[in-house]
């Protein structure tokens, strides 16, 4: 049974900093595509970013490139979202999400956290 489970998350100003990480049962991050996913009150959920099991190579959605970075620790096990220069509009429900692949003009997951609350105040 997999299990995907968030923390990090919390309330900061704009302009901060969070990481956001990710410790999975029932699954290995090396071997898995791994991503997060946001939703924001009233918006449908959205992709973040994603990286590869298989050489590491990482996707954003452009509203986060340049601000949040997406990286694993294969001997803890655990995917990190680290991320900066945050605004307010980054408010969201963050998921951690495994098995992420591209579904049209959009991604899916196999696997979803419960989703962990980050707040950023102007």
């Known amino acids: 049974q997999v299990q995907l489970v968030e923390s990090g998350g919390g309330l900061v100003q704009a302009g901060g900093s969070l990481r956001l990480s990710c410790a999975p049962s029932g699954l290995t991050v090396g071997r898995s595509n791994m991503g997060w996913f946001r939703q924001a009150p009233g918006k449908e959920r959205e992709f973040v970013a994603t990286?590869?099991?298989?050489?590491?190579?990482?996707i954003y959605a452009d509203s986060v490139k340049d601000r949040f970075i997406i990286s694993r620790d294969n001997a803890k096990n655990t995917v990190y979202l680290q991320m900066n220069s945050l605004k307010p509009e980054d408010t969201a429900d963050y998921y951690c999400?495994?098995?992420?692949?591209?579904?049209?003009?959009?991604?899916?997951?196999?696997?979803w956290g419960q989703g962990t609350q980050v707040t950023v105040s102007s």
């Open positions: 990286i590869s099991w298989w050489d590491g190579v990482t």
């Open positions: 999400a495994a098995g992420v692949r591209r579904s049209g003009s959009g991604w899916r997951s196999d696997y």
